[in-house]
């Protein structure tokens, strides 16, 4: 089980570069999350660790050593593929086998293993199957039996559920994070859904045209995220951004929005021009006594909640209230949002400024 | 009247084109069938008018083409009595065996050449279309074209440069040198027909192995030929019917050492006058071995039309 360390990380393809300087530690036996939409690199990120592409520059040290230029064989790294990737010419045991054969293990200490972690997955009865016919699920098992048979170091998942249909996609998430919590590997696992990485990692790294936003727990960074980017990207649906021009200085504690003065978490530095409130969806109260006006523009029902769409003198803004308040498209409501939840951004950079609740989080984003 | 479907052909349809396959079939099966045919008949029936299709079977042609044989005395005859039923076949012209033909050497110089050099293309031809497949190549399109465009005229035109070639080099009338020509003339073919077949199979079948803990060539070679045997299988047919068939070449560059059977077995003509059913049935020889060999890959063949579309 080990640590690893990504420092100034980065990747060009020719004129492309798919990862710029990009630096974050996974601690041992995290279960770690690299998120992003396609094309940011993220997998990029996930092969260089795993040895399948070799850095343009940059170390990855995985329990201190340093290894971003050895061959995946000498990683002791498993990878699980998106496709799985089973060898279509064996049968599952031959197919879970396949690393120890490689180290040279003797073969009745091969079938104990392949056996044993067969158990675990709950796939003995399909051992001597081809890998042709098998359902996702099991495909997607056995492909986690041929990388856990080895007891690597650390496991890379790529988008392992992606293949998989949704109603499945829901239980494979739970078998997995629950086999990672039965044996405490480091796992480094790449997708592009946001619930998917807030539900199942420790930790969440969140890539942008290949670039790292932010690192951090999923909550502090669905709380306290580091760039709109982030807070548009993570949570369903994203932050409101309500635009407004201001000069707020070091100490602020008040925006004003269209002449109403908004609370705002004490800010650690100032900025001037265009800038963004940034408030979650479910932070904003309708109120009739709330003298911030917005207009109803559609309330869709959840069960449980309601998504009410409104339009602002700011800009159109969601809340998620109480399916229980009645909401008629075209009444005018009063907004409260509350205080302190609120991200004060810079638009033109994208940053959120700091502020007395969110400068731990971004201290080490 | 069954109902109207797209995806499922009428009986009507499938009746009738069931038939212009069985027709068509039946058409070009016709020479085939008349030379295998003639392979069986004596030489007057062979080249009676109109032609005879049910005849008395004999199997003097493939005695001709196997033995050379010399006229004798009727003293010489009459002392020696057939050994065996090629003897006696022999004997109704006043001839006797003297020994072997070249016929089997050069059947043998044949399988020597034409398996030889289909292994070689498709050894060379692997390993080039793998790495075009899946390492980044300076120029690599660039590449493939040049080696396409050693297909763009025929083989034949270049044969004066590689005739003064081989003279120079000791080649003429070698093995090595017709395995290394007809190598060279389906190497463009086998890369690719290759490079088709490998840019198929997922990279991550490798990538996986990588990570299990084998070498570059060892994924290469565990998981990659077994996925590439179909395309490996056809590529093969088509070089091994090329190098088997080559004709002008042969004729060429070979004469009493290297020649194979394609420029020998016209010369039967000469030998013992208009031999026919010899020359027949040293064709019907010839065809066997690719016959067989496509017969044996057949399944390989099959499943090579329907590349690309299974799951991967």
Redesign the interface.
Known sequence: MAKIEIRNLRKEFGAFTAVRESSFTIEDGEFFMLLGPSGCGKTTTLRMI???ELPTSGEILLDGEEISQR???QRD???V???F?????MNVRKNIS??LV??GMPKAQVRAKVDEVAGILGIRDILDRPVGGLSGGDRQRVALG?AIV?EPKAFMMDEPLGALDAEFREHMAEELRALHDRMGATTVYVTHDQLEAMQMGDKIVVMNNAVVEQFGTPQDIYDWPATMFVADFIGSPSMNFLRFDGKLAPGATHVGLNGHDMRVPELREGAEGKLVFGVRPEHITLTDAGDYRAEVLAAEYLGTTQIVTLATPNGEVKARIGAAQKVAAGETVGLAFRPDTVTVFDEASGRALRSAKNEGVLAHG | MSSFSVTETSARAKWISGTLVILYALITMIPLVWIMLTGFKSPADSISYPPKVVFEPTLEGYVNLFTTRTRQTQEYLEANPPQNWADEIVRQYDMVIVGPSKFGQRFMNSVIIGFGSTFLSIFLGTLAAYAFSRFRIPLADDLLFFILSTRMMPPIAVAIPIFLMFRNLGLSDTHLGMILLYTAVNISLAVWLLKGFIDEI?R??E?????????RF?AFYK?VL??AATGIASTAIFCLIFAWNEYAFAVLLTSATAQTAPPFIPTIIGIGGLDWPAVAAGATIFLLPVMVFTILLRKHLLRGITFGAVR?
């Open positions: 795993a040895g399948l061959p995946p064989s790294i498993a990878f593929f998106q496709m990737a089973l060898y279509p010419h396949y690393p490689s180290q041929r080895r | 997922p991550e079948y990538e996986a192995a990588l990570i299990d803990g084998y070498t060892q998981v077994p996925q991967k």
